[in-house]
């Protein structure tokens, strides 16, 4: 449960792989695109996740959202 509670302050290398997600999402396809996240374990693919969802320029971008942990 860390990286859900993890400060966009105090996480480390993640700048390139944020800002082209956020790109995806703020200037992406007209159509309904689906952006996965894949790679091995521990490689911080849901912090990266969740520091583009809590991004306030992303926020802006949708009327609505959802955070599912599965």
Do not use: H, Q
């Given at each position: 449960?860390?990286?859900?509670?993890?400060?966009?302050?105090?996480?480390?290398?993640?700048?390139?792989?944020?800002?082209?997600?956020?790109?995806?999402?703020?200037?992406?396809?007209?159509?309904?695109?689906?952006?996965?996240?894949?790679?091995?374990?521990?490689?911080?693919?849901?912090?990266?996740?969740?520091?583009?969802?809590?991004?306030?320029?992303?926020?802006?971008?949708?009327?609505?959202?959802a955070w599912?942990?599965?």
């Amino acid at each position: 449960m860390a990286p859900l509670y993890a400060e966009e302050a105090e996480v480390v290398g993640f700048d390139d792989p944020r800002d082209i997600l956020k790109d995806w999402l703020i200037e992406g396809r007209v159509e309904l695109t689906v952006i996965f996240v894949v790679g091995m374990g521990e490689l911080g693919k849901t912090t990266l996740a969740k520091l583009v969802y809590d991004n306030m320029e992303v926020y802006a971008c949708f009327d609505c959202r959802a955070w599912i942990s599965v």
